[in-house]
Nanobody, 124 residues
Framework: QVQLVESGGGLVQAGGSLRLSCAVSGRTASYYTMAWFRQVPGKEREFVAGRSRTGGSTTYADAVKGRFTISRDNAKNTVYLQMNSLKPEDTAVYYC?????????????????WGQGTQVTVSS
């Protein structure tokens, strides 16, 4: 059974940076296509960034393109989301997700495994 555990969330001022981590256990992270989603109360969970399991494809939501970077450290079996130039509208609970398919998906329904989420709050 695969388990995903996020960490690295917190409170940061606008313009600041945070790095979220998603530790993968149960199987090597390189086996999975990984993604980050976020959700605010009353809204649907939205796609933020994703990386195919081959590492050959990454994609980002327009709202974070150029500011966020998804990466994977195979030695640590961990996936990261580096978030720079944070804005108050980036405030949300961020979730790590995994699927065994090769192709990236942007819908939460396409992902099998989920972490518990980590809160990111950006103050103005």
């Amino acid at each position: 059974q695969v388990q995903l555990v996020e960490s690295g969330g917190g409170l940061v001022q606008a313009g600041g940076s945070l790095r979220l981590s998603c530790a993968v256990s149960g199987r090597t992270a390189s086996y999975y296509t990984m993604a980050w989603f976020r959700q605010v109360p009353g809204k649907e969970r939205e796609f933020v960034a994703g990386r195919s399991r081959t590492g050959g494809s990454t994609t980002y939501a327009d709202a974070v393109k150029g500011r966020f970077t998804i990466s994977r450290d195979n030695a640590k079996n961990t996936v990261y989301l580096q978030m720079n130039s944070l804005k108050p509208e980036d405030t949300a609970v961020y979730y790590c997700a995994a699927r065994s398919a090769v192709l990236l998906g942007k819908s939460p329904d396409e992902y099998t495994y989920w972490g518990q989420g980590t809160q990111v709050t950006v103050s103005s």
